[in-house]
């Protein structure tokens, strides 16, 4: 049971991290907000995820994965219910905040539990990459979820359908027996690790890989908008929005399949490093073609190829780091690295923003490719 709570954790995890930008084409005019504003939103988002990510991560090492795990779920739906329902941008902002925290409970919960219960403990990177496939999962049938019941039901009601899919894993969290966590660890003990060098580079990597995939996951529909307005591919406001959520839904999909391919591979532990740098070029190529793109069916193949090699970065990144620790301050471990991945995350999709508003957004995912060259060097030196 306490396997399913990894997976489900990360599944709800993929859902947060689709979610903003599965409804910003519908909840920027519902605001009245510019892409400037949306961005801000995902900014607070971020810094409030990378605050929590660092509590999170020694409260799971000190009082177990069980009451982490129950509150991400009920906070999360609590947040989404927010944001289905709220009449102003105010709300929005105090949404994004409580979202943090929510977040990242299911974020520390699911990717601790995974390497300890996945592949008898034997393989975090490959134990990391087969419970982040669900997370893609998550990433994937967000989009798809949303822009189906945006043409059939309002935007209120077809948002609540996601708070409803976040509440419903509480059951088995709470019922579920896992392992023994460390009772007690100290707070002095986690601010050691920054001591660590693999802890140092693999929270440098994480700033910015997150980045990145963030910058993604709440930017790609927008893209995607203006790829097919650009191509004059279809006229229909709904449709547009519709077809333009669906460039996540690949994403999602396609980095759900990089995952799991990854899973399979015996060595990745041993040689994750040569493996993260690879990923990395070949997506700084893919994100150079998607600024040049004219056609709505090229960005399709794009943004799916994005998420093929996106895909094995993060699970990669964080098995091959815990490999070279113990166990019981995983948790700790994870909350530092992610905290410092997710100042990426509230600092570039918010560049990209920025950017956008005064350009266009194609144009400013030209600022990704130098966050590629270094993610390279990053990654050789884990």
Do not use: H
């Not at 306490?2 to 920027?28: D, H, Q, R």
């Not at 219960?117 to 990177?125: D, Q, S």
């Not at 660590?196 to 996951?217: D, Q, R, S, W």
């Not at 669906?246 to 994403?251: D, S």
């Amino acid at each position: 049971m306490a396997a399913l709570v990894s997976i489900l954790a990360l599944y709800a995890l993929g859902m947060c991290f689709a979610f903003l930008g599965s409804i910003s084409v519908k909840l920027m005019p519902k605001l009245g907000i510019n892409e400037g504003k949306f961005g801000t939103l995902i900014s607070v988002y971020m810094f409030t995820s990378m605050v929590a990510s660092l509590i999170i991560g020694v409260l799971l090492d000190s009082i177990g994965y069980k009451p982490i795990a129950i509150v991400g779920f009920i906070l999360t739906a609590i947040v989404i219910f927010l944001f289905a329902y709220g009449k102003s941008y105010g709300m929005a902002i105090v949404a994004a905040l409580l979202f943090g925290f929510g977040a990242m409970a299911l974020n520390t919960a699911g990717n601790t539990l995974a390497p300890v219960v996945l592949f008898g403990g034997e393989n975090p990177a490959a134990a990391q990459n087969l419970g982040n496939v669900f997370f893609g999962l998550g990433l994937f049938l967000t989009p798809l979820i949303v822009s189906s019941l945006f043409q059939k039901t309002t935007f209120e009601k077809a948002v609540s359908v996601l708070a409803l899919i976040a509440l419903v894993p509480v059951i088995f969290a709470i019922i579920a027996v896992y392992p023994a966590s460390q009772a007690g660890f100290e707070l002095a003990n986690a601010v050691s690790l920054l001591s660590k060098g693999a802890v140092i580079v693999a929270a440098i990597a994480l700033f910015f890989y997150i980045g990145l995939e963030m910058t993604f996951n709440n930017w790609l529909p927008t893209y995607g908008k203006a790829v097919i307005k650009d191509a004059g591919a279809e006229s229909d406001p709904d449709k547009v929005d519709a077809s333009a959520s669906r460039l996540l839904m690949y994403f999602g999909f396609f980095m759900m399949i990089g995952r799991l391919i990854t899973s399979f591979i015996p060595a990745i532990t041993a040689n994750g490093d040569w493996a993260l740098a690879i990923a990395a070029l070949i997506s700084g190529f893919i994100i150079l073609g998607m600024t040049l793109t004219k056609s709505v069916s090229q960005s399709r193949v794009l943004a799916s190829l994005a998420g093929l090699f996106f895909g094995p970065i993060f699970p990669t990144t964080v098995g091959v780091t815990f490999a070279k620790f113990s166990p019981e301050i995983y948790g700790s471990i994870f909350g530092i690295i992610f905290a410092v991945g997710l100042l990426g995350a509230v600092v570039l999709p918010k560049a990209v923003g920025n950017i956008a508003a005064g350009s266009s957004i194609q144009k400013s995912l030209r600022l990704l490719l130098p966050v590629c060259a270094l993610l390279i060097i990053f990654a050789i030196l884990l």
